[in-house]
């Protein structure tokens, strides 16, 4: 029965540090500043986790200010998913990350009042050996190398590319690693570029193209994938459902992250409207701790490849909850997401 009590909720930052720093074509970055959200009532607690992104206008403290404007607008019932998260809609519009939290805490919370996990309230089964990609960011190449070999135990890597001197970065990879390998160019290439790079990328044995162009050049996409023997999957052009159908003739699948699309709800529609387009699904995310990561793992039954490493490139993870043993994931057993907090978050309350 739904508790009738005002719904507590607070923030704290995160700051996660990368392992190795990590570059893609846009830049590079050492640590993810993110932004905890616990919701409590009646005794129970419902966590959720944002990782701003610069990319979409996103910081921390913006993060922190949207979490606080929603949260005049939770429901007493956390029950009440979609209308807490159209409130949020109407609140807050556009950010991505600090409606995810909200989501992934609201979902936490609500399946935890019915003694159920966050998978089985979506009516989902609990994804059975599923693997994830693990992720290679651009650097110089003897960093490269140790990355890769610290990544022996991952069956599928997906590199960074859309620089100078990529295609050779994937050619070392090749020569250091038998696993599966994909790559994103996080909009980095030009039509030409990419229309010359990819048939050497498919001569490595590269699987999979991710967001070759920028992010609205559809045509350009639309024209490559005519000529492009392997999967391309859009990424920065696709935030949400809305924006499926424009892509939905260009690519052969869609990126989808609970930090872009702003939770579990939105992805689930978002897998809807991919399979009426006829993509494929990848669940992706951003240097997440394993809070957030373990959210979307709920949903790894929709999808057909996995992209959930963001925990696995950080060093201080405060959370335990989804694990990856030779990239395979294994879901936490328990109510909710399963998530536990072993370590207190250093940085500090933001309110
Ligand atoms: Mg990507």
């Known amino acids: 029965m739904p508790r009738r009590c005002a719904v507590k909720i607070s923030t704290e930052s995160l700051s996660l540090s990368l392992r190795h720093p990590f570059g893609i074509s846009r830049g590079v970055a050492t640590v993810s500043n993110n932004v905890i959200v616990r919701l409590e009532q009646g005794g129970d607690i419902g966590l959720g986790e944002a990782a701003p992104s610069r990319h979409y206008g996103e910081t921390g403290a913006s993060v922190a200010r ?103 970065l994937v050619a070392l990879v090749r020569e250091l690693s038998e696993a599966r390998i994909r790559v994103d160019a996080n909009a980095g290439w030009s039509f030409a570029e990419a229309r010359r790079k990819i048939p050497q990328l498919v001569d490595l044995g590269v699987e999979l193209i991710e967001q070759p162009l920028p992010a609205t050049h559809f045509e350009g996409m639309r024209a490559l994938r005519a000529l492009c023997p392997v999967p391309i999957f859009a990424d920065e052009s696709v935030e949400r459902a809305r924006d499926i159908p424009r892509v939905a003739a260009c690519v052969d699948g869609i990126n989808i992250k609970l930090m872009k699309c702003g939770g579990l709800r939105e992805a689930v529609r978002m897998v809807a409207v991919a399979r009426a387009h006829n993509l494929q699904v990848m669940l992706g995310c951003m240097v997440e701790s394993s809070l957030a990561i373990t959210a979307a793992a709920h949903l790894a039954s929709l999808a057909d490849h996995l992209d959930l490493d963001g925990h696995l490139l950080v060093s201080n993870d405060p959370f335990a909850g989804i694990e990856v043993v030779d990239g395979r994931i294994r879901l936490p057993e328990g109510p909710g997401l399963g998530v536990r907090q072993r370590e207190a978050i250093a940085g500090g309350d933001e309110g």
């Open 66 to 168: 949207a979490v606080e404007i929603m949260a005049r607008e939770l429901p007493e019932d956390p029950l009440q998913l979609e209308t807490a998260m159209s409130k949020a809609e109407s609140t807050i519009g556009r950010s991505g990350a600090a409606k995810a939290a909200i989501d992934i805490a609201l979902h936490d919370l609500a399946a935890k009042r019915l003694g159920v996990s966050v998978h089985e309230l979506l009516g989902l089964p609990r994804p059975e050996d599923r693997i994830t990609s693990f992720t290679i960011g651009l650097d110089e190449h003897h960093v490269v190398r140790q990355k890769v070999l610290e990544a022996r135990q991952y069956p599928v890597l997906k590199v960074k590319v859309g620089v100078p001197g990529d295609v050779r």
